[in-house]
């Protein structure tokens, strides 16, 4: 991992000054590692708490309410995969998953929970801040002058506010990976969009595998009322149509 010595703190200046209101809190059992880290996102202007294990990391997001949590899986007292699983049943923060596992069907598993993106040990520090970039960019809603909302059927999505609402009823514990999926999907209905197409929407920096888009939507699915379908097509990828409710 290159992650073997801090940064020179003097010599270093942030890239971004809107980082300094923005809290990472890092879930890590190894206090080197964790420490490293740290250093690091100090260096971009981050503000920084740790947790240790995975009882910890679920009681810092429910108390401080973290923009970003970085998420080793293997912890002591909880999973990481426990933790996240836990964390979505409350919370639509942003994950990224430090894993030191590289079979697919791991990575897979931690897209199905709600993870956003995902890091392979051994892993640069410079690989590391720059997904924490791209999804805090991500998951802080679209850039632009005019304030657009898409909309379908009862369905509305506002990509400024990050907010989605059915009927004028809000819908909770949408992902930001979710969100910009089905914000894909709405701007255009009835359109079949790629797997790669939709990746390359909601995932641009990462190297995720096609096959989490059908995870996504498996678990968005669940969250939209039943008159708003996403459907796949086979051997194409998928499209947002509108049904009747039973």
Do not use: W
Not at 26 to 54: N, W
Not at 93 to 110: C, K
Not at 132 to 143: C, D, H, M, N, P
């Amino acid at each position: 991992m290159d992650l073997t010595s801090e940064p020179n703190l003097a010599s270093h200046t942030t890239g971004d000054a809107s980082a300094a209101s923005q809290l990472v809190l890092v879930v890590e059992d190894e206090p080197t590692i964790s420490r490293i880290v740290v250093s690091y996102l100090a260096c971009e202007g981050y503000r920084t708490e740790v947790a240790s294990d995975g009882r910890q990391a679920n009681q810092y997001v429910h108390t401080l309410q973290p923009d970003l949590v970085i998420l080793d899986v293997m912890l002591p007292e909880r999973s990481g995969l426990d933790v996240l699983r836990r964390l979505r049943e409350e919370s639509d923060t942003p994950v990224i998953l430090l894993t030191a596992r590289s079979e697919e069907i791991d990575r897979i598993l931690g897209f199905e929970l709600g993870a956003d993106d995902y890091v392979t040990k051994p892993f640069s520090a410079r690989e590391l801040m720059s997904r924490v970039k791209a999804v805090l960019r991500r998951s802080g809603g679209a850039s632009g002058t005019t304030h657009r909302v898409l909309r379908l059927a009862g369905l509305e999505l506002d990509p400024e506010r990050m907010a989605i609402a059915y009927e004028g009823r809000p819908i909770e514990e949408v992902t930001p990976t979710e969100f910009r999926l089905l914000a894909c999907l709405l701007e255009q209905p009835e359109r079949v969009f790629s797997r790669t197409q939709l990746l390359e929407a909601a995932l641009p920096e990462s190297d995720a595998l096609e096959r989490v888009v059908d995870s996504h939507f498996r678990n968005l699915r669940k969250k939209l009322p039943a008159a708003i379908r996403i459907e796949p097509v086979r051997g194409v990828g998928y499209r947002v149509t509108v049904g009747i409710a039973p």
